[in-house]
């Protein structure tokens, strides 16, 4: 199995700043993605993040909102952009291999005030 | 576009009763099946999922889930619910190949509560 770590943890965060989430894995993976689960909802993938190229977002999530890089195989960050209160969410990173069991990280919860 | 149902936004159960949680999907091609747990403050925890083959799948924590092709279904059970069981369950499909392989699509999740 893999082991996702994401950092912060926690954050509260002024409007109109900017946060960066990392996500570790702690073996090669080929897959990785981010997503967004808003306050009593269910999850919605935002982008898959793609090693060594732009990633690949989903309908309704721009890459100048929500930036992410993927340098390596088992590290990515997602950024949250000029933050307003309606980003307040968890978001996750999952990662795994083709045909594999989906993992996932412990969530960062963001606060925006 | 594939989509994943469960029915029932919240179940209560008694400790020590049978639960059964309901998931339809929606889905072209062959799916892959999982179902996670999330508890309060916490991320999500891989239960089970189904790949292939046997339709009856087992999980961590006693959890069962069968796969009915027919009924487009995947529901989780569990012969004896424990207190700690309490938590939120979401199904979750994916495909079963190809470079879309891991994007998940979600049911909105059913909240257990386990009275005492």
């Known amino acids: 199995s893999a082991v996702i770590s994401q950092k912060p943890s926690r954050d509260i965060c002024q409007r109109g700043t900017s946060l960066t989430i990392q996500c570790q894995v702690d073996?090669?993976?080929?897959?990785m993605f981010w997503y967004r689960q808003q306050p009593g909802q269910s999850l919605t993938l935002i982008a898959t993040a793609n090693q060594g190229s732009e990633a690949t977002y989903e309908s309704g999530f721009v890459i100048d909102k929500f930036p992410i890089s993927r340098p390596n195989l088992t590290f990515s960050t997602l950024t949250v952009s000029n933050m307003s209160p309606e980003d307040s969410s968890i978001y996750l990173c999952?990662?795994?291999?083709?045909?594999?069991?989906?993992?996932f990280g412990e969530g960062s919860w963001l606060t925006v005030v | 576009a594939q989509s994943v149902t469960q029915p029932d936004i919240h179940i209560t159960v008694s400790e020590g009763a049978s639960l059964e949680l309901r998931c339809n999907y929606s889905y072209g091609a062959t799916p892959y099946l999982f179902w996670y747990v999330q508890s309060p403050g916490q991320g999500l925890q891989l239960l089970l999922k189904y790949f292939s083959g046997d339709t009856l799948v087992q999980g961590i924590k006693g959890f069962e889930a069968e796969f009915k092709r027919s009924q487009s279904s995947f529901n989780l059970r569990k012969p004896s619910v424990h207190w700690s069981d309490a938590a939120e369950y979401f199904c979750a499909v994916t495909n079963a190949g190809g470079t879309s392989y891991g994007k998940l699509t979600f049911g909105q999740g059913t909240i257990l509560t386990v009275h005492p």
């Open positions: 073996s090669q993976v080929t897959m």
């Open positions: 999952s990662a795994g291999t083709s045909g594999n069991t989906i993992y």
